[in-house]
T-cell receptor, first 115, second 109 residues
Framework: SAVISQKPSRDICQRGTSLTIQCQVD?????MFWYRQQPGQSLTLIAT?????????ESGFVIDKFPISRPNLTFSTLTVSNMSPEDSSIYLC????????????FGPGTRLTVL | RKEVEQDPGPFNVPEGATVVFNCTYS??????FFWYRQDCRKEPKLLMS???SGNEDGRFTAQLNRASQYISLLIRDSKLSDSATYLC??????????FGAGTRLTVKP
């Protein structure tokens, strides 16, 4: 399976600021996704990062709050904008395994705390 | 009804026990099914896919009942290292994955 890295691994941010999270994959992948996992809860899909076009957002998530870039087939960024304490969460990117349809593998996650 | 619903747990079992996790899903058109394992403060990792015929990987057996919209994961001969949260994941349509809330397992000596 693909090797996925995320930066930063964790951060503590002030209310009202923005943080950009990077996701790097060691091979070209068609599908990349961004998830959020709030404390004690399961994963919720934020958006699908599409290469060369705008991301596709799930209900409840908007581009102004979570802008996403996907400049190529190995890299994506998620920005958490104008943060509030409610944005404190783990943010995970995932990729679809091209060899196994519909199977996703996850990066190590970014643990964000907003004060 | 939640899209994916799991046993709430937690499960606390002794080493060597057999434990079964249950999961139901709401969308009868769902296409593929998985169990992921998530250790504390780590990302989810694929444990196994679930096929209609049922599949086994060592001590782990997964079963799918499409008619009942039900998935299970059985762990035999539990080890301390099996302690984790187990996530039932259903792919509603292509790449529309929905996660259960997870069931926490603690295996005790």
């Amino acid at each position: 399976s693909a090797v996925i890295s995320q930066k930063p691994s964790r951060d503590i941010c002030q209310r009202g600021t923005s943080l950009t999270i990077q996701c790097q994959v060691d091979s070209q992948v068609t599908m990349m996704f961004w998830y959020r996992q709030q404390p004690g809860q399961s994963l919720t899909l934020i958006a699908t990062a599409n290469q060369g076009s705008e991301a596709t957002y799930e209900s409840g998530f908007v581009i102004d709050k979570f802008p996403i870039s996907r400049p190529n087939l190995t890299f994506s960024t998620l920005t958490v904008s104008n943060m509030s304490p409610e944005d404190s969460s783990i943010y995970l990117c995932s990729v679809e395994d091209r060899g196994v349809t519909d199977t996703q593998y996850f990066g190590p996650g970014t643990r964000l705390t907003v004060l | 009804r939640k899209e994916v619903e799991q046993d709430p747990g937690p499960f606390n079992v002794p080493e060597g026990a057999t434990v079964v996790f249950n999961c139901t899903y709401s969308n009868s058109a769902s296409q593929s099914f998985f169990w992921y394992r998530q250790d504390c403060r780590k990302e989810p990792k694929l444990l196994m896919s679930v096929y209609s015929s049922g599949n086994e990987d060592g001590r782990f057996t997964a079963q799918l009942n499409r008619a009942s919209q039900y998935i299970s994961l059985l762990i035999r001969d539990s080890k301390l290292s099996d302690s984790a949260t187990y996530l039932c994941v259903v792919n509603m349509t292509h790449n529309d994955m929905r996660f259960g809330a997870g069931t926490r397992l603690t295996v005790k000596p």
